[in-house]
């Protein structure tokens, strides 16, 4: 199986400042990592995600890093918007039908 | 994008009773799952579907919970009997691969 950690679970950021959110995990035979955004009353979206063969991986304000040797993954949201608070959800997979075992959350809350 | 949509987006049952939630997932995927998620809180994985058959569940996935999808039809998971902490929203989820999931807009079941 797998667990994935996730850090902080509530996080408040000023506007145009940068959010960052952080996830560990144990089986070294992950090698998936996505990220979910959630809003509330709304289903998990993806937003970005990043596969064991990349060490990093940007989507226009959204950064993804891994770091296999400590089994570590991160989302750094840059230049935030109001837009952007919501629930944030990392993952981990290390096997086609098992799915993806999910992180705990993260609250950001964009404040102007 | 994708869309797995999910019937009925809200429900209301006694306790003891049966209740049945449909998904009806991405035209051309092949792995199905459901993840159960109380209020704000995380994405709880309960079972996942391939070929026909069941290939892991957790410990979520009491002997009360059933999957089947006949014919290529809806997804469905049926809980019977239904108890009261199995309030929660139930989210569908499939994917082409294994990999990159998606999500329907979720279930919201009340057991009173």
């Known amino acids: 199986g797998e667990q994935v950690e996730q850090l902080p679970s509530i996080l408040r950021v000023q506007e145009r400042s940068s959010a960052s959110i952080n996830c560990t995990y144990e089986n070294s035979a992950s090698n998936y990592f996505p990220w979910y955004k959630q809003e509330p009353g709304e289903n998990p979206k993806l937003i970005i995600d990043?596969?064991?063969?990349?060490e990093r991986k940007q989507i226009q304000g959204l950064i993804v890093l891994l770091d296999k040797k400590a089994k570590r993954f991160s989302l750094h949201i840059t230049d935030t918007q109001p837009a952007d608070s919501a629930m944030y959800f990392c993952a981990a997979s290390n096997h086609y039908a098992q799915g993806l075992t999910f992180g705990l959350g993260t609250r950001v809350s964009v404040f102007p | 994008g994708p869309k797995v949509l999910q019937i009925p987006s809200h429900q209301i049952i006694d306790m003891g009773q049966m209740v049945t939630l449909n998904c009806d997932p991405v035209?051309?995927?092949?792995?199905f799952y459901w993840y159960k998620q109380i209020l704000g809180q995380q994405m709880e994985f309960l079972v996942n579907?391939?070929?026909?058959?069941?290939?892991?569940k957790s410990k979520l996935f009491k002997d009360q919970f059933s999957v089947e999808r006949p014919d290529g039809s809806y997804f469905t998971l049926k809980i019977q009997p239904t108890a009261l902490e199995d309030s929660a929203v139930y989210f569908c989820a499939s994917s082409f691969s294994g990999n990159t999931l998606y999500f329907g807009e979720g279930s919201r079941l009340i057991v009173v």
């Open positions: 579907f391939y070929n026909g058959k069941v290939m892991e």
């Open positions: 035209s051309n995927h092949l792995y």
């Open positions: 990043i596969r064991s063969n990349m």
